[in-house]
């Protein structure tokens, strides 16, 4: 409409223009939405960190974490020639549960550090990064593999898709990137050192731990049972 109104000067005499159907005003509707399920989805994985890790600081370093890697990811896009759409949106949307996984491993590793040898923040950085620095980059390069094919789609199908999946892979990969520097960089500065030992929480964290301990044990008899079992499991499963 801008556009048009600039040409418009140009026109003859008499002759004047109308937009019979405006497609901008939905895109902009749904981009909004998008960006509000966004911070929403944003607020949830704080608030569901917060539960697990229960310390702020703790919870402090993901949540820091996932903007500056939304941030790159629109700068290389922005780089790539891509523009902010529902399907880049709707991507980094999906990947915030993904960006979040990799700080998680790290700042849970460096807490269990200190509280078991009692070490300093940065020498548990040290100690927790040379223990998953292997296996972020291996699950890292994983979940990009699962979804760089979608943009080598072809047909119309694959223009679709190509933003959407590639929005996604450069989240997970720079996710992976900021877990191995930022991450641990930001553990080393923000965590305060805990005395070595047994920490029992009380409260409402103390009743959460209990329940999740019980559910957790649970879970690892069955898993162990079907594991000594797993022939009979497997053709349960295929039956």
């Known amino acids: 409409e801008q556009r048009l109104t600039e040409l418009s000067v140009n026109f003859p005499e008499g002759v004047g223009f109308s937009i019979p159907y405006d497609t901008s005003r939905f895109v902009d509707v749904a981009i909004d939405k998008v960006i509000y399920t966004l ?12 539960l697990f890790l229960q310390n702020i600081r703790y919870t402090l370093i993901p949540t820091i974490v996932v903007p500056v890697c939304l941030a790159g990811t629109l700068a290389i896009m922005y780089l790539m020639g891509f ?37 300093s923040p940065a020498a548990a950085t040290v100690k927790a990064m040379q223990q998953v620095s292997g296996a972020i980059f291996g699950i890292t390069l994983v979940l990009a593999a699962v979804f760089l094919p979608l943009a080598f789609m072809g ?32 553990c080393a500065t923000l965590l305060k050192p ?7 929480k009380r409260g409402f964290f103390g009743g959460f731990n209990r ?27 295929l039956g």
């Open 83 to 119: 523009s902010v759409n529902m399907m880049t949106m709707f991507g980094m949307v999906l990947a915030i549960g993904i960006l979040v996984d990799d700080a998680i491993v790290v700042v849970e590793n460096v807490e269990r550090i200190m509280a078991e040898e009692g070490l």
């Open 155 to 186: 047909g119309s199908v694959g223009v679709i898709y190509q933003q959407f999946s590639l929005s996604l892979a450069v989240s997970i990969l720079f996710s992976g990137f900021l877990a191995l520097t930022f991450t641990p960089a930001l």
């Open 211 to 237: 329940l999740f301990g019980t559910f957790t044990d649970r879970y690892e008899r069955v898993s162990s049972s079907m594991i000594k079992r797993a022939g009979r499991y497997m053709l349960l499963y």
């Open 194 to 200: 805990i005395p070595a030992g047994h920490h029992e």
């Open 39 to 50: 911070v929403e989805a944003m607020v949830l994985v704080f608030l569901v960190m917060f």
